[in-house]
């Protein structure tokens, strides 16, 4: 599945991000740190796991983000040069 991530305000909508069923994500620029992150894992888990509820989507998305933050991961480098575990970068 390929996803697309579209910055965009998203004032008019009053939401933080959107998800289509397409797989494009759209996410609100003005959005910084903590909460950027939580928003990125939103709502990619509404694409890829769609069948979850609204309530599952924030309960595993609000958890990742904790782990993340206290192991340290920030939005600092564009480091891209390790494989991923498929073989991809």
């Known amino acids: ?13 009053q939401a933080h991000g959107i998800a289509d069923s397409d797989g494009t994500i759209y996410i ?11 928003i990125y894992l939103h709502e990619l ?9 609204e309530e599952e ?3 595993k998305s609000v958890i ?9 991961y920030r939005r600092v480098d564009n480091h891209d ?3 991923l575990q498929d073989g991809s970068k």
């Open 1 to 13: 599945m390929k996803i697309k991530i579209i910055h965009k305000k998203l004032g008019r909508e």
């Open 28 to 38: 609100d620029p003005r959005l910084k740190g903590k909460k950027r992150l939580e």
């Open 45 to 53: 888990g509404h694409v890829l796991n769609p069948e979850d509820s």
């Open 57 to 59: 989507t924030i309960r």
């Open 64 to 72: 990742i983000t904790k782990i993340l933050w206290k192991e340290g």
């Open 81 to 83: 040069k390790d494989l």
